[in-house]
T-cell receptor
């Protein structure tokens, strides 16, 4: 199975941009890249997903490398409410599982 | 409001006493699944269901049962709970199981088995 690698933790200052990296060097051509986050004491929450092109939504942007072996979740202006564990997940063809790794714990400092 | 609900939110029980954790979604989703979350192990899928009467095992199905008799409900059954099933459980749903679908998660059920 294709695997993702993320830093264990990152820190950011409030109102500054945050770039959360994810490596997925064994990704295949049909795998979608998903990002979820889990706020304290809550269930995971969808953030964004993409296949090849960069994607934007109201929560974040997803920048996908040209070779698709890595991606970066961009929070344009971090708020205290963005403090969470962020998971980068590959969703593969013909597999209904969604495999969460350890994720990146983002701390936002006021 | 579109949501996934779980009940109970907290449960303390004893070894061997059968229990059911309910999950319900109001979004007419075909796909539903159960996860457990443990410190250091992350979220692991227990069972999933592609539609009514269609269920399949995830990564850690031992000790659990599920049923999908109606589209909106996907209960998780522990016939004989053991302490190693003490965990935080999440139910999730999506329009399909496809790799481009967003999953919606419930608020979680914290289960303690003594």
């Amino acid at each position: 199975d294709a695997k993702t690698t993320q830093p264990n933790s990152m820190e950011s200052n409030e109102e500054e941009p945050v770039h959360l990296p994810c490596n997925h060097s064994t990704i295949s051509g049909t795998d979608y890249i998903h990002w979820y986050r889990q706020l304290p004491s809550q269930g995971p929450e969808y953030v964004i997903h993409g296949l090849t092109s960069n994607v934007n939504n109201r929560m974040a942007s997803l920048a996908i490398a040209e070779d698709r072996k890595s991606s970066t979740l961009i929070l344009h202006r971090a708020t205290l409410r963005d403090a969470a564990v962020y998971y980068c997940i590959l969703r593969v063809i013909n597999n209904n599982d969604m495999r969460f790794g350890a994720g990146t714990r983002l701390t936002v400092k006021p | 409001e579109a949501q996934v609900t779980q009940n109970p939110r907290y449960l303390i029980t004893v070894t061997g006493k059968k229990l059911t954790v309910t999950c319900s979604q109001n979004m007419n989703h075909e796909y539903m699944s159960w996860y457990r979350q443990d410190p250091g192990l992350g979220l692991r899928q227990i069972y999933y269901s592609m539609n009514v009467e269609v269920t399949d095992k995830g990564d850690v199905p031992e000790g659990y049962k599920v049923s999908r008799k109606e589209k909106r409900n996907f209960p998780l059954i522990l016939e004989s709970p053991s302490p190693n099933q003490t965990s935080l459980y999440f139910c999730a749903s999506s329009y399909g199981g496809g790799r481009y679908n967003e999953q919606f998660f419930g608020p979680g059920t914290r289960l303690t088995v003594l």
